[in-house]
């Protein structure tokens, strides 16, 4: 089939951008969005231009990568990393609008790549456990009640592709942080460092500049992974004690 | 590849690469968090929706008649006397209600203008597609929420000029607030005035109601449909909105008073 890409053109961080079209035939529907954009490049390098930079490295949809705003939704019509996106889900003749994903805290550095990078410190701010905990542990020695094993692990499948930011109409990432809080603040190994883990990254979240959530979960409509919003009320919840006990 | 300074941010490596400045210990940005200004949103919020539940209650008191709606309006300020002052109660609830008010607005502004500039905008614009400007399951009443909340912010002001101050009286002044009542609503504009108003108060409220408990951490459900606080957020709103409309709807179609 024929489309026509529109694709968001900036040369650097300094550099204004602007969209650009190109048309690109012989697009297969089994192609991932991805290839199709190899596909695209291939064309462009052979016409002696700019390829179109984008993100990308495992292509199965679970290192959180490839995150290209597509017709104005992040990753796309389908709910899906972009990279599990296929060309079935456009028809021929389509105009595809592709940008990067939006945010002040995720500066473009070139074409649709953007500095994630304040995911990386809002995870440096608490996302993690400090206590060894050595092998494996005895499977019943701590009990962990199965709903609270099966919340921690649905959480915990967050890949930080910055979705949830991209979708936001305030740019907040109040899904990824609370996806975070929650996942160890269910389980034992997280209990001791819980209260600074939510005052520590919710003050990172905001120094990153990103926007405050008005719980209209635009953001869980487009997550990859199915982040549900009661992960942000955990995190609200959390931040509330945390607060009334008033230790980081 | 040149890439400008300030103040709050640290550019290392030559790159692209930064990070955000801060001088303050976390526990005291947590404290001025967005998460805090939201939990102030709710409080306030919720403040305003119980003054709503009481001021629909003394709304409906115009069906009682007019010994019976002046009588509450009377009784309203001598409420609580000897131990209060005269309109004692109603200098509590004003005062608590205007904290409420001014809670409410400064965060609003503090994060709509925070948010603005979160969502990258630049000259108007965030993304260049046309398609799917709505979002995906965004609805009305959020995205009217700021601009909703605006429109109630100018009704009230009009509605304590009309209602309450008795400054300006369509229909004719008159110290029984019965007769005011009943003469602002016989008027066409004074009774639309008073349903877009409502309107835009139950979408505020359908939202906001929900918005609230979940900022204070009391969403468990993983979707909004599936969440009890919908329900809970729909039955307010009908409640409220529904309580409101009555007396005017009587006044003005059923001629209830004249």
Redesign the interface.
């Known amino acids: 089939m024929r489309i026509f890409i529109r694709a968001w053109r900036q040369k650097n961080a300094e550099a204004e951008g602007k969209m650009v079209t190109y048309a690109l035939d012989g697009v297969s529907e089994h192609m991932s969005f991805l290839e199709m954009l190899d596909v695209l490049n291939e064309q462009l390098t052979f016409e002696g231009e700019d390829p179109i930079a984008f993100d990308s490295d495992c292509r199965e949809g679970i290192c959180g990568m490839c995150g290209i705003v597509i017709n104005g939704l992040a990753h796309g019509p389908e709910v899906t990393t972009t990279c599990q996106l296929h060309m079935r889900s456009f028809k021929d003749g389509d105009h595809i609008d592709i940008e990067p994903w939006r945010a002040k805290a995720f500066p473009v550095i070139k074409d649709l790549v953007v500095d994630r990078g304040a995911f990386d410190r809002i995870i440096q701010a608490g996302g993690y456990i400090s206590a060894p905990t050595g092998s494996a542990p005895e499977a019943n020695a701590a009990p962990v009640a199965k709903h609270d094993a099966d919340d921690a692990f649905s959480a915990a499948t967050c890949i930080a592709c910055g979705a949830c930011v991209a979708a936001c109409p305030n740019g907040s990432a109040m899904l990824f942080t609370a996806a975070k809080v929650t996942h160890l603040g269910l389980l034992p190994q997280g209990q001791p460092e819980r209260d600074s883990r939510v005052i520590n990254m919710v003050a990172q979240h905001d120094a990153e500049g990103f926007g405050g959530c008005t719980n209209i979960g635009e953001c869980t409509a487009s997550c990859p992974k199915g982040i549900p919003l009661s992960t942000i009320a955990r995190l609200n919840r959390d931040l509330l004690g945390a607060l009334s006990r008033g230790e980081a | ?4 300074l300030s103040r709050t941010w640290r550019v290392s490596k030559g790159l ?5 400045v ?1 001088t303050l ?3 005291k ?11 102030t949103m709710a409080v306030s919020g919720l403040i305003m929706v119980g003054y709503l539940l009481l001021h629909m209650y003394g709304n409906l008191k115009v069906f009682a008649g007019q010994d019976g709606f002046d009588e509450y309006a009377h009784h309203l300020r001598t409420f609580g006397e000897p131990m209060l002052p005269h309109e004692g109660l109603l200098w509590i609830v004003r005062v608590v209600l205007l904290a409420a008010v001014v809670l409410h607005v400064y965060s609003a502004v503090r ?1 709509a203008v ?7 905008y630049k000259n108007g614009t ?8 709505r ?5 009305y009443a ?1 995205f009217t ?1 700021r601009w909703g909340g605006l429109v109630i912010a100018l009704f009230i002001v009009y509605h304590l000029l009309h209602l309450t101050g008795n400054q300006i009286h369509p229909g004719g002044a008159s110290d029984s607030p019965y007769e005011r009542v009943v003469n602002g609503f016989e008027i066409w504009w004074v009774y639309l005035s008073y349903v877009v108003a409502m309107l835009a108060v139950g979408f505020h409220l359908w ?1 906001g109601i ?2 609230a408990f ?11 449909r599936g969440s009890r606080l919908t329900a809970l957020a729909w039955v307010l709103t009908l409640v409220i909105v529904v309580g409101f409309l009555l007396p005017p709807t009587a006044i003005f179609f059923f001629g209830l008073g004249s």
């Open positions: 590849m040149k890439v400008s692209a690469y930064r990070e955000p801060v210990p976390a526990l940005r947590a404290r001025r968090s967005t998460v805090v200004l939201k939990y994060l925070r948010d603005r500039k979160a969502a990258g965030r993304y260049h597609s046309k398609q799917n400007r979002g995906v399951q965004r609805s959020t929420l939202h929900w918005s979940t900022s204070l951490g009391q969403n468990r459900a993983d979707t909004r």
